[in-house]
């Protein structure tokens, strides 16, 4: 019983995880149309960026600088953020199939960076060592998973809570103008590419802050954590839940991660493991078939985004 609850509470840390990044790539994609195919770039960045700031010290690498766990959550978001911006920058005047190979060329990019800059980022060895936030005040990891499930809760709350009260104000009607028709809110006069680069660098952030998350849990961050599948993943997640509707986001999170976590248990205890590649292999496709079936049967999503009518309109 408690080996089952202690796998249900490590299942959920890792959903509320990922939910935060689909929430973010909501903001992208399903609120401003910005198509960004670089998702696992940004989370190896927040993650990295923790593991420098918080993580051990170590002669063979830079940094090590023990900061405090908050610090080092806070310095993803804004090395995150910043990287977004330079390649927002460079990139964000281009429609969306020419944006989604730049970005997914700077993720593969990053994690190139992340598996030869040894001194950086300890290389195919990665950063290990990384202490767990407050872990000494638990008895075990046992307690302590529910006590970090307890914060991502938290901080998952409130970022749900902030970015429905931001797509609600002026600045989240803009960006859905831009998405709807860029050249009839260009002509109202809004500056489309500042409000596109504006949603690129803040979902950018929460990647960086769910990477970072993800790295403090486990205690080890390496390039093979941030594969182009953690990308199609976190797309197929926000499709299945609900494009533009971030109570979607998190519903589709949920979803996805509990058949890709079930399936991948299954492969482990029915097959051999000469075939567990395969399996692997299995298990992609079996998204693959989640995806198109959604897509097929309810195109919106599971909760699709909720249509938005001026209060001023008359039958």
Not at 32 to 54: D, E, K, P, Q, R
Not at 229 to 239: D, E, G, K, Y
């Amino acid at each position: 019983m408690t080996g089952q609850l202690g796998y249900q509470v490590f299942f959920a840390i890792n959903a509320l995880i990922l939910a935060i990044a689909v929430l973010g790539l909501n903001l992208q994609w399903g609120h401003t149309g910005v198509f960004n195919a670089g998702v696992a770039g940004f989370l190896a960045i927040g993650g990295y960026s923790l593991a420098i700031l918080s993580g051990p010290p170590d002669a063979a690498r830079f940094g090590g600088f023990e900061l405090p766990f908050v610090v080092g959550l806070l310095g993803a978001m804004a090395v995150s953020a910043l990287a977004a911006l330079m390649v927002g920058l460079a990139t964000i005047r281009l429609r969306e199939d020419y944006l989604a190979i730049a970005t997914f060329g700077i993720a593969t990019t990053i994690q190139l960076i992340a598996l030869n800059a040894d001194a950086l980022t300890g290389g195919n060895l990665g950063i290990h060592g990384i202490k767990r936030p407050l872990a000494d005040l638990f008895d075990g990891p046992f307690t302590y998973n529910f006590f970090y499930l307890a914060v991502v809760t938290v901080l998952l709350v409130a970022i749900y809570v902030a970015l429905e009260t931001i797509v609600r104000s002026p600045w989240g009607r803009v960006l859905r103008a831009i998405r709807e028709d860029e050249v009839a809110a260009v002509s109202l006069g809004k500056n489309a590419t500042r409000f596109r680069l504006e949603a690129l660098v803040l979902g950018s952030a929460l990647m960086g802050l769910s990477g970072a998350l993800y790295v403090g849990f486990i205690g080890y961050v390496s390039a093979a954590d941030f594969q182009p599948i953690v990308t199609f993943q976190i797309w197929t997640m926000l499709i299945v839940g609900g494009s533009g509707n971030n109570r979607g986001a998190i519903l589709g999170t949920l979803v996805v991660w509990a058949l890709w976590t079930t399936t991948g248990r299954l492969i482990v205890e029915l097959l051999p493991s000469r075939l567990h590649a395969q399996g692997a292999a299995v298990q992609t496709i079996l998204i693959g078939l989640v995806l198109v079936t959604v897509l097929m049967l309810r195109p919106r999503g599971l909760i699709g985004e909720q249509p938005t009518v001026s209060r001023h309109t008359t039958a």
